[in-house]
């Protein structure tokens, strides 16, 4: 039969073993749709001259293939060898394991995340984690919402709406996203009091533009770029102090923030969250799912009378944490009262503090196997430089190592990036010239990329 009546009918292959099995997997509505769907299709290619019979034999293919399609998660497990530790489009840190098993057990039972154990009343779930930021910052008392944009946010809105908020031109960030912070001001309410230049700013330029109108000073850790050459800021000490004989509050937002020194780990130092709380700021504002190797949250700490008013805000509703996440943060500030084994066993610090020599022997021998995968593509082992990623010592690299992949053509690269990409685990690199390089400082065990390449 070459016509329209070699097709099966809805119920005919719904009946059929393949029909019941695509049923138990995929539920009998999904399965009818998909199978309405591609016979349809079947029917407009026999109308343009396909052959009947053809198509039948290819629906059953076609209509597993459909399915397996439409129930997979576009939420799929990758490796990232693009040599950005912290990548944003990526999902930033990766947790370390007692995180995980933390949030794994959050989601399984319910927990006493707003519910206080020893008087039987409620309870306030930021309790689960003020304890432990106050011991590792030095700060009086601590607030938790969902990013530290919402952290600048509430904090600009409790302390700034209807008020002036002063801040450095020099300061007046863009990140990801469009976010800009004259934007997240106005959104707050505040009035965006500008001082200084782009380049320099000094103290007098603050006390010169402190009114009774004045709500508070902001100062913002400039963490996705470098102003270099006749440049000045007014240090954070020097800024609590003017701040505090103006009585006004001085927010200091530190964006991507760290626990730790990163300079114990062969990286330059950048700002920790207990330097900044010690320096004087009333406020400090910084991200968990950065340098601090966390879920998505942001943190707010300093002055308790303050963060009393913040917890007070009718927004902290709209902007607070889900009990998965609180978990998972827990577990990974916990981690951070060993120092001694942090690095092992926080992932970010893990890969940020490999050593090159470990990674160029791990390129080395990756190098041919990756080679006979590819048998269209010459495969190099080859030096290349790492990044921290969102944000954070923008202007750094790390010395790295990983695979030079090339092939005919100069479309090659690209060829092979949207192949890597199409893998059931995808894989991604960066293109320099005129290669795929895989950078391997995040890649933890071998047999992760070769069974990527595999699949």
């Given at each position: ?45 026999i ?12 629906l ?17 497990p ?6 950005t ?14 995180a995980?098993?933390?949030?794994s057990?959050?989601m399984a039972a ?31 008392d601590?607030t ?6 919402a ?9 700034g ?14 990140i ?20 200084g ?6 103290p ?16 913002v850790h ?7 050459g ?61 340098l ?61 503090s490999?050593?090159?020599?470990d990674?160029?022997a791990?390129?080395?021998?990756l190098a ?32 790295s ?5 090339t ?8 060829r092979?990036?949207?192949r ?36």
């Amino acid at each position: 039969m070459t016509g329209f009546r070699a097709l099966p009918s809805v119920d005919q292959v719904l009946l059929s073993p393949l029909g019941q099995a695509l049923i138990d997997s995929h539920g009998r509505a999904a399965v009818t749709g998909a199978l309405r769907a591609r016979l349809d299709a079947a029917r407009a290619a026999i109308k343009g001259g396909a052959d009947g019979g053809a198509e039948a034999a290819r629906l059953p293919h076609l209509l597993a293939a459909d399915l397996a399609a439409a129930a997979q998660s576009r939420l799929r497990p990758m490796l990232n060898l693009t040599g950005t530790v912290l990548h944003t489009n990526l999902g930033r840190a990766i947790l370390a394991d007692d995180a995980i098993a933390a949030a794994s057990a959050a989601m399984a039972a319910p927990l006493a995340l707003e519910f206080d154990l020893d008087t039987g009343g409620r309870g306030q779930r930021d309790d689960h984690l003020r304890g432990l930021l106050c011991e590792l910052t030095g700060a009086e008392d601590a607030t938790i919402v969902n990013n530290n944009a919402a952290a600048v946010l509430i904090a600009l809105n409790t302390f700034g709406q209807g008020r002036q908020a002063i801040v450095s031109r020099g300061e007046l960030i863009e990140i990801g996203g469009a976010f800009r912070m004259p934007d997240i001001m106005a959104r707050a309410g505040a009035h965006l009091v500008e001082v200084g230049t782009t380049n320099r700013t000094h103290p007098r330029d603050y006390e010169g533009a402190i009114t009774a109108e004045t709500g508070l000073i902001l100062k913002v850790h400039t963490s996705n770029y470098r102003i270099e050459g006749f440049t000045a800021e007014v240090p954070a000490p020097d800024l609590a102090q003017i701040a505090k004989k103006a009585g006004v509050v001085l927010l200091n937002d530190l964006g991507s923030g760290s626990l730790a020194d990163l300079a114990a780990y062969g990286l330059r130092r950048e700002p920790t969250v207990a330097e900044a709380v010690a320096e004087g700021a009333d406020l400090i504002t910084f991200s968990g799912d950065k340098l601090l190797g966390g879920p998505q949250a942001g943190f707010v700490v300093g002055r308790r009378d303050l963060i009393a008013q913040i917890n007070r805000n009718p927004l902290k509703r709209a902007v607070r944490l889900d009990k998965i996440r609180i978990a998972a943060l827990e577990a990974t500030l916990r981690l951070y009262r060993d120092p001694d084994r942090l690095a092992e066993r926080l992932p970010v610090l893990r890969h940020l503090s490999r050593p090159r020599p470990d990674i160029a022997a791990q390129a080395a021998r990756l190098a041919p196997q990756v080679a006979a995968l590819l048998p269209d593509f010459a495969v190099t082992a080859t030096g290349c430089a790492s990044q921290i990623g969102s944000g954070s010592l923008p202007t750094d690299t790390i010395p790295s190592a990983g695979l030079r992949i090339t092939g005919a053509g100069g479309d090659a690269p690209d060829r092979l990036a949207a192949r890597l990409r199409a893998l059931p685990r995808p894989v991604v690199g960066h293109i320099r010239d005129g290669a795929l390089i895989l950078d391997l400082r995040t890649l933890d065990r071998d047999s992760d990329l070769l069974d990527a390449l595999s699949a």
